[in-house]
């Protein structure tokens, strides 16, 4: 009983704890909740029953399939569902009288072979990664539609067929439009506004490491005692590992923004490809300092001599890297002229070109090469980092 | 109208690449036609139509959205959406029996009430990473299927739900049955064998990339006139660019491998999840790839005297690595012992040692530090590498 009751603390917490992250959560949950029983008053008022009979069941049916998170996934579902359906419905109605044409027997056999066709050649069309990633629903939608329309109009009759495909369509309507309402107006979730800050944290998040990465680096290796110090407020050194997986997430937020309208900062035609070239940049970065955090746990002696040659260097191109980088962070979080990065950007390279003459004027005698190869490395790769960080800025205009 | 021919030409090329690479998906879209047109009979077959009457339509609606590509997709749909029905009809009934209690005044009040409690509890379940992987479908179809069920009773009265719900039931179990028959049996797509080749490809790779790097790098240093000739086959030096971002495929197919049964070599429960682990340490090791890969390009002149001294363990350590991944990829892929790779680690350690000698005895004398450095970065990358690689083969058992 007491592993029992502290299990469902467990899930209690976890709970609390989904909710405090992201508060929106719970809202949309509730909003969910709203209009799946605003539509199901459509059963309950008589005098809309009788208007709509059982097709009230699909108001529900469409509210609880397209209602999304943010407002781009909820239009694009809206829009791909009400789309498919017309076009659907419409070659459906073409498909039955062409196989009214062949008579009664011929009838069911020539329905099967289009509805066969269409299926097989709509899954397929499935595969395409462009289709796949803005109307697979709408493909889904249509092989559905399609199908129901062309097999029941053989039972129905087309007369009645026309009947109950006006209350469907009316009542998708409706549901489709509680959904849009809804999510559009009370408290809406924009799909473009999640990936702008998603970008920014991304960008923020290399930045602090870069920031951090100079003093951790080279107070390690000089006060090796101090380690248990260094090692509390180490965070900020993990933190940039998630931007490695950001792809995915980055593009179905793209895929949701294209359809969402003008929205606070953001014009209809906002342009959120570029969002995603800023994040394959970013992810480029990242990778790099992927390579640099392997070095910062190595304990190796670096002499004291050569890393007092390329400290100053090192820690500049770190910190200036990590300023520009937050200058173009908060630049595109406001959306306003990038250029306060510029001066940083250019100081991060004058730190690359001070490195190279350190380099230059350091007397490699009695050096052990082994030894400062890691720090050289280390060096190089932040030189790399600069190099991304310049492109970054360059593509945030 | 000659651009609307290439146009054409276009899309036609491109059907038949998409056929070309995976003629999978050619079966899978005939696999859905022939499903539909199955499901379809029972509108057509009038004793059929007599015993189901309307509902066959949710045999048709079933077969559209759980028919995935995957065995597992299509298992893993199948069952959620039968438990969930279940489940859903079951509770739809007692919220029924609870409202029916309350007067014919305030039955739709409870009803709607309990429409917005469990519509809204389970939205939120759907937020947990966990029941988002797996039970996401089965979410939604509860909270779809306890809706109407609610919603209808309040029109239709007990009696004549109980008999739609046996129709419906039966006729989604129709539906639900032809898919899993027909994906498991006409040409299955298992994804935990998509899984498993999709490890191995990527293991494969990168050791392809390892195996042409030591030819590569110090091939271009030290023939600079060769570079265009040497340019030509450089496709195995982007490869592995799409192991960086297939962590959601992995995942997403390891999700989809858990619901399959046991298939060709694999097991009911065979330990999916280490296929996760793998991958993400070979992600790791394609981060440090994606590093060195920033010096292949870079024609930095280094000294040759440097170079000649690490250019023996620096060819040994990639193709060593390249060829202890290969061992690796080909044991995961024949499931037989990995010990074939030991050696391979074994002298990759070697050459590492071999190369901290190297430098060691390396005069540092005389050298251009700034020269030197960028091979330095090469080699201890590669050093990292080997690391990597010595922690893949460990976790391959």
Same mark, same amino acid.
């Not at 970065?285 to 890393?307: H, K, M, R, T």
């Given at each position: 009983?007491?592993?029992?009751?502290? /299990?469902?603390?467990?899930?209690? /917490?976890?709970?609390?704890?989904?909710?405090?992250?992201?508060?929106?959560?719970?809202?949309?949950?509730?909003?969910?909740?709203?209009? $799946?029983?605003?539509?199901?008053?459509?059963?309950?008022?008589?005098?809309?029953?009788?208007?709509?009979?059982?097709?009230?069941?699909?108001?529900?049916?469409?509210?609880?399939?397209?209602?999304?998170?943010?407002?781009?996934?909820?239009?694009?579902? *809206?829009?791909?569902?009400?789309?498919?359906?017309?076009?659907?419905?419409?070659?459906?109605?073409?498909?039955?009288? $062409?196989?009214?044409?062949?008579?009664?027997?011929?009838?069911?056999?020539?329905?099967?072979?289009?509805?066969?066709?269409?299926?097989?050649?709509?899954?397929?069309?499935? @595969?395409?990664?462009?289709?796949?990633?803005?109307?697979?629903?709408?493909?889904?939608?249509?092989?559905?539609? @399609?199908?129901?329309?062309?097999?029941?109009?053989?039972?129905?009759?087309?007369? #009645?067929?026309?009947?109950?495909?006006?209350?469907?369509?009316? %009542?998708?309507?409706?549901?489709?439009?509680?959904?849009?309402?809804? *999510?559009?107006?009370?408290?809406?979730?924009?799909?473009?506004?999640?990936?702008?800050? $998603?970008?920014?944290?991304?960008?923020?998040? $290399?930045?602090?490491?870069?920031?951090?990465?100079?003093?951790?680096?080279?107070?390690?290796?000089?006060?090796?005692?101090?380690?248990?110090?260094?090692?509390?407020?180490?965070?900020?050194?993990?933190?940039?590992?998630?931007?490695?997986?950001?792809? %995915?997430?980055?593009?179905?937020?793209?895929?949701?923004a294209r359809w969402e309208p003008g929205h606070g900062k953001f014009r209809l035609r906002h342009p959120w490809q570029q969002y995603l070239k800023i994040g394959a940049l970013v992810r480029q970065c990242a990778y790099q300092i992927e390579a640099l955090n392997g070095y910062?746990?190595?304990?190796?002696?670096?002499?004291?001599?050569?890393?007092?040659?390329?400290?100053?260097?090192? /820690?500049?191109?770190?910190?200036?890297?990590?300023?520009?980088?937050?200058?173009?962070?908060?630049?595109?979080?406001?959306? %306003?002229?990038?250029?306060?990065?510029?001066?940083?950007?250019?100081?991060?390279?004058?730190?690359?070109?001070?490195? /190279?003459?350190?380099?230059?004027?350091?007397? !490699?005698?009695?050096?052990?090469?082994?030894?400062?190869?890691?720090?050289?490395?280390?060096?190089?790769?932040?030189? #790399?980092? !600069?190099?991304?960080?310049?492109?970054?800025?360059? *593509?945030?205009?």
């Amino acid at each position: 009983p007491s592993s029992f009751k502290s /299990k469902v603390a467990n899930v209690a /917490k976890s709970i609390k704890k989904l909710g405090q992250d992201d508060p929106r959560r719970i809202i949309h949950s509730v909003k969910v909740g709203l209009a $799946l029983t605003f539509v199901s008053l459509f059963y309950y008022a008589r005098p809309l029953y009788d208007g709509f009979g059982v097709s009230g069941m699909w108001a529900v049916l469409t509210v609880v399939v397209i209602f999304e998170f943010t407002v781009g996934g909820t239009l694009s579902k *809206s829009i791909n569902r009400g789309f498919a359906t017309l076009f659907a419905g419409a070659l459906g109605f073409g498909a039955q009288h $062409l196989a009214i044409l062949s008579g009664k027997n011929g009838e069911p056999i020539v329905l099967g072979i289009l509805v066969f066709l269409l299926a097989a050649a709509s899954t397929f069309t499935r @595969f395409f990664p462009r289709i796949k990633a803005r109307y697979d629903y709408g493909v889904l939608i249509f092989i559905l539609t @399609f199908s129901l329309v062309a097999v029941s109009g053989y039972r129905v009759g087309v007369d #009645e067929l026309l009947v109950l495909a006006h209350q469907r369509l009316s %009542t998708i309507l409706i549901g489709g439009a509680s959904c849009i309402i809804i *999510s559009i107006f009370v408290c809406p979730v924009w799909a473009g506004q999640d990936l702008h800050k $998603l970008v920014v944290s991304n960008i923020e998040k $290399l930045a602090s490491y870069l920031e951090g990465f100079g003093g951790e680096y080279f107070q390690e290796t000089k006060t090796e005692e101090g380690g248990d110090v260094s090692k509390k407020d180490k965070s900020f050194l993990q933190k940039y590992k998630s931007v490695l997986n950001s792809k %995915t997430t980055e593009e179905n937020l793209a895929n949701f923004a294209r359809w969402e309208p003008g929205h606070g900062k953001f014009r209809l035609r906002h342009p959120w490809q570029q969002y995603l070239k800023i994040g394959a940049l970013v992810r480029q970065c990242a990778y790099q300092i992927e390579a640099l955090n392997g070095y910062i746990d190595s304990n190796l002696q670096v002499p004291q001599e050569f890393q007092s040659k390329i400290q100053e260097s090192c /820690k500049n191109m770190s910190s200036e890297s990590s300023k520009a980088l937050k200058a173009l962070a908060s630049a595109i979080k406001t959306m %306003t002229d990038p250029s306060p990065a510029n001066p940083h950007v250019e100081s991060s390279k004058n730190a690359v070109k001070d490195l /190279k003459i350190a380099l230059k004027a350091a007397s !490699v005698n009695d050096l052990d090469l082994q030894a400062i190869i890691p720090a050289a490395t280390v060096a190089l790769t932040l030189t #790399e980092i !600069v190099k991304c960080v310049e492109k970054i800025s360059d *593509s945030v205009t």
